[in-house]
């Protein structure tokens, strides 16, 4: 299983094109799973200092909801010059469809595995946990939708 991120100050658009290279080899020899998640800058590292002091971070609640960007890829921020936070997004979840389409054509016994799992409910892999949590995100915000603000949601899952 490998993790992989996109976004980091200072990346550039043939940064992207490697690190597509490189999950295309990956795919190539056998690496079962990989997650793609989008830079969120925490305090007390060296990058965030740099962008503390160049401006591109103010400590408000929109710097600590942007935190949830890993969890919440739709409402990642971009720290780098080069890449928009929507593309941002885009590169996050198309750097697994990317690999896992290229792993299932080299292997295509792990596509019918990942099919297995989801109609099994399985969350053993990387992809099958993250379909579980967007499904379940999707049904907490329509009971909130539907319910109100005033409705408390407790994951069962």
């Known amino acids: 299983k490998t993790n992989f991120i996109f976004g980091l100050p200072g990346a550039t658009w043939h940064d992207v094109r490697q690190t597509f290279k490189f999950f295309a080899r990956l795919a190539w020899i056998g690496v079962d799973d990989i997650a793609c998640f989008p830079y969120s800058p925490y305090p007390g590292s060296e990058l965030f200092d740099s962008l503390v002091e160049s401006g591109r971070i103010t400590l408000d609640e929109d710097y600590f909801i942007g935190l949830l960007g890993y969890t919440d890829i739709p409402n990642s921020i971009s720290y780098t010059d080069f890449i928009s936070s929507r593309q941002l997004a885009a590169l996050s979840v198309g750097g697994m469809a990317f690999f896992y389409s290229l792993s299932w054509l080299f292997r295509p016994w792990r596509a019918a595995s990942f099919l297995f799992d989801v109609v099994l409910g399985s969350k053993s892999g990387k992809l099958t946990m993250a379909l579980a949590n ?21 994951a069962l899952d």
Do not use: C, D, S
């Open 134 to 154: 967007t499904r379940r995100k999707r049904r907490a915000k329509k009971l909130f939708h539907n319910q109100g603000p005033e409705t408390v949601m407790i």
